[in-house]
């Protein structure tokens, strides 16, 4: 079974730090793009990044840009998220989401939820 | 960044209508948009991909046309299911964009 889990969401202060994770089974993880996908309390989806197969290209929205950083280990099957210096706005449920090629996201996990409060 | 604006935001529906809902983009972005619909309480779901291509288990009265900077989601035949946001995605330029949403109720 295709399976895509986060991990490492909670409560952080503003100008803290958190590392999200995204541990993925069930498919050939280095055959895919993944994405990070992000979505506030009660709003839409907002794009964060992605990072292609080999790890070797990756990309941000201008929101995260410096303060983000994607990676992926593609022995262990996971994908990360390494946000620092958060701020208020940057409280959401965070998806992480594979990609065939870093188009469209054909799957999708539950999403870790990120609160960014003093 | 391309901008995707939806419309409408919100629309209440009676089962079996069909519905319509747009994507407009802020410049040409060819075929590189994609449909996604967000039940809620779960994540997002893959409807359409490059404006007009079927996705595998996708129930057939979910259909997408055009290209360039307008686009459009067609529900034929909407049943109680779809209750859902559905949500645009651009992938022709980074950053990738997604639309604000548009939220179907039913009656």
């Known amino acids: 079974e295709v399976q895509l889990v986060e991990s490492g969401g909670g409560v952080v202060q503003p100008g803290g730090s958190l590392r999200l994770s995204c541990a993925a089974s069930g498919f050939t993880f280095d055959d895919y793009a993944m994405h990070w996908v992000r979505q506030a309390p009660g709003k839409g989806l907002e794009w964060v990044s992605l990072?292609?197969?080999?790890?070797?290209?990756?990309y941000y929205a201008d929101s995260v840009k410096g303060r983000f950083t994607i990676s992926r280990d593609n022995s262990k099957n996971s994908l990360y998220l390494q946000m620092n210096s958060l701020r208020t706005e940057d409280t959401a449920l965070y998806y992480c989401a594979k990609g065939p090629d870093g188009d469209y996201a054909i799957m999708w996990g539950q999403g870790t939820l990120v609160t960014v409060s003093s | 960044e391309i901008v995707l604006t939806q419309s409408p935001d919100f629309q209440s529906v009676t089962p079996k209508e069909k519905v319509t809902i747009t994507c407009r983009a802020s410049?040409?972005?060819?075929?590189?948009l994609h449909w996604y619909q967000q039940k809620p309480d779960q994540s997002p779901k893959l409807l359409i991909k490059y404006a007009s291509q079927s996705i595998s288990g996708v129930p057939s009265r979910f259909s997408g046309s055009g290209s360039g900077t307008d686009f459009t989601l067609t529900i034929n035949s909407l049943e109680a299911e779809d209750a859902a946001a559905y949500y645009c995605?651009?992938?022709?330029?980074?950053?990738?964009?997604f639309g604000q949403g548009t939220k179907l109720e039913i009656k």
């Open positions: 990072i292609s197969g080999d790890g070797g290209s990756t």
């Open positions: 410049q040409s972005i060819g075929s590189s």
């Open positions: 995605h651009q992938s022709s330029s980074l950053p990738q964009t």
